[in-house]
Every structure is written in C-alpha cells, then in structure tokens.
C-alpha cells in the first residue's frame, strides 16, 4: 500500500497529499487510531481519508485500517520481515533492520528519566539565555547548524542565535563580545575536535553558559560545560552516528519552547508564510 501511495502521490488532488502524506509518515496511527482521529491529525477533513481509500481502489477507509493493523500485527508477531530476509539470503537487508533498530533505541533512551532531567536542566538555562549561539565542526557542524535554525525561531527582540566557526562564515569573532547571560551549544563527539573544545573553553572563561552535547561523561566539554547532554555515537556501521545527537537537538528545543513566552508554532508558520510568498518552496504541477 505503502509503495502504490508513493507511486500516485504526484498525480492526486492537493487535499488527498495532505492525507496520503500522514498515512506514509504515521502508518502505525492507521493502525490504531479511528479515521476521524486521524483526519484531524493530518488537518483534513474524514471525507477526504474515504476518498483517499477510494482513490486507491478500496472500497472505504476501514479497508487501509485492517490493511495497516495486519502489517502492525505481524511486525509484532513474528518477524515475518526477518523470515523473509532469512529467505532472500541477502545480509544487506539484515544489516537495514539492524541499523534502523540501534538508531530507533538509542533515540528512545533519550527520554528515560536521567537523561530527561539532563535535557529540562539544559532546557532551563537555554530559556533564561539572552543571545544563543551554535558550535560544531564536521560531522557535528550540520547539529549545531540545526540548532540554531530551529532556535532561531524563538529568537525575539534583541535576542540573536549565531552558528560560530570558519564554515559559517562568522568566524569564530562572533563569540569576541559573548559573556554572561548569553550561551553556546557546543557539539563534539570522539575523536574530539581541538577547536570545538578551545572555542568552548573561551567562552566559558567569558561568562558564557556552555550546554555541551557529547558522547560520554569524561568528554572534554563535560568539563567545560555547565549542563551536559550525552548521547550515543555508536553505529551498526562503520561510521559514527549522529542521529541521535539530531534528536537531541530537537528535543532540547522543544522543552526550551515549553518555557519561553514567544510562541514557536506561530513564528515557525510566519515564517514559512513569508518564504512561501518569496517563492522558495517547490509547488506540485495542478
């Protein structure tokens, strides 16, 4: 079902996107929750999710739930996707499912008690922060870039959210006026990058609030930080992953929404609404 959605996407009408869209983003609420649920969840109406059905040659909705449940079922049940992989022989789809399984851990763990108090604790310093600002290098420069992107959007006022280092173009000089009050999200995993830890230690020395996402307790910028995410690194293959240090990001910035006064979800809709009008955004043929 999953790969006739995709195939048709393209050639359906702009409200049946929308729903066919949360149906390949969220196959298991298909499953679970009741059509209604899920129309309002995608932002469509429950005539459209029926269309939908029809569209894809189904007599109603009830249909793609039963069809959604049934996989849920047997994913649970029996790893028929691992029978099958048993079958074909090939150790490629083995190593798929082992990936996506450590990448799909190692993000869930992040919301276990003790390192959810490690995420409010950052969360608590990032809101009382005046300006913010993002340090990585590498593999870590596109997390902390990440950051500051989605941060920018409880930006407000006076408050600026800089990515610092050479590849921003900033410079490392951005941080040359930083002190007390503002703070530095600094991204490093093994082996640690000199110039992520020497910025870090700088800034520190100014005032500056470091909050370090890292990999281990004995890291570097555990010692230079003042609150410390640690997140997992360790891949299936054969290179580090920095999945989880992407979710940390983003639930760092979520619980840092839940504390600031600016409302996020309205920034992030102006803003997409001011792009939009710029022509920045790719529209589907009619």
């Known amino acids: 079902m999953a790969e006739l959605l995709v195939e048709q996407f393209e050639n359906m009408p ?4 929308v729903a066919a ?3 390949l983003d969220h196959p298991k609420d298909v499953a679970l929750m009741s059509m ?5 969840q995608a932002g469509v109406s429950h005539s459209t999710m029926m269309r939908l059905a029809r569209w894809l040659g189904l007599e109603g909705y009830e249909d793609m739930r039963s069809l959604y449940a049934r ?3 047997e994913t649970i049940a029996g790893e028929p996707a691992r029978q ?3 079958q074909r022989g090939d150790p490629g789809y083995s190593t798929a499912g082992v990936v996506a399984d450590t990448l799909a851990a190692q993000i869930s763990s992040l919301g276990e008690y003790g390192n959810a108090t490690q995420f409010i604790a950052a969360a608590d310093l990032l809101a009382r922060s005046r300006d913010l600002f993002g340090l990585g290098s590498r593999s870590a420069y ?3 870039s990440h950051f500051v992107h989605v941060m920018s959007f409880l930006a407000g006022g006076d408050r600026k959210v ?3 280092g050479e590849m921003a173009g900033q410079g490392l000089d951005a941080l040359q006026h930083a002190g007390r009050g503002d703070v530095l999200l600094a991204v490093g995993m093994s082996p640690y990058e000199r110039t992520t830890i020497d910025v870090a230690r700088q800034a520190a020395r100014q005032g500056v609030g470091v909050v370090a996402i890292t990999d ?3 890291s570097p910028l555990t010692r230079i930080a003042r609150e410390t995410i640690i997140v997992t690194s360790n891949s299936q293959s054969f290179f580090r992953s920095m999945a989880p240090a992407f979710a940390a990001v983003e639930l760092l910035a979520a619980l840092t929404a839940g504390r600031s006064e600016t409302d996020a979800a309205e920034r992030v809709k102006q803003s997409e609404e001011r792009l939009a009008a710029f022509g920045i955004y790719w529209k589907p043929r009619r």
Do not use: D, Y
């Open 84 to 86: 099958g992989i048993e």
């Open 216 to 218: 281990s307790s004995v």
């Open 21 to 23: 869209r949360f149906v």
């Open 162 to 164: 800089t990515l610092v």
């Open 14 to 17: 702009p409200q049946l996107r």
């Open 36 to 40: 209604r649920e899920q129309a309002h």
């Open 142 to 144: 596109p997390v902390a």
């Open 71 to 73: 996989a849920l079922r």
